[in-house]
């Protein structure tokens, strides 16, 4: 799994499943252990790319709208 762009407490994730490309975006739990999945793709990619491009985008529409679900 490649991590990407920690911004905003939102983590991208990109890793290939099943011969396709899929993103995940997680946050920190503050009072509990690891992470918690906030997003992720429904339909896979073809390549890293653009699974990397459309990841991003939606962490980025995220933004702070996530803080909340992670706090």
């Not at 994730?13 to 011969?19: C, E, M, S």
């Not at 906030?38 to 653009?50: H, I, K, R, T």
């Amino acid at each position: 799994m490649h991590t990407f762009n920690e911004s905003s407490e939102l983590t991208l994730h990109v890793f290939l499943q099943d011969d396709l490309w899929q993103w995940g975006i997680t946050c920190v739990r503050p009072c509990g252990v690891g992470a918690k999945v906030v997003a992720y793709s429904d339909l896979g990619f073809c390549s890293e790319q653009q699974a990397r491009a459309d990841g991003e985008r939606a962490r980025l529409q995220r933004g702070d709208r996530n803080r909340g679900e992670c706090g």
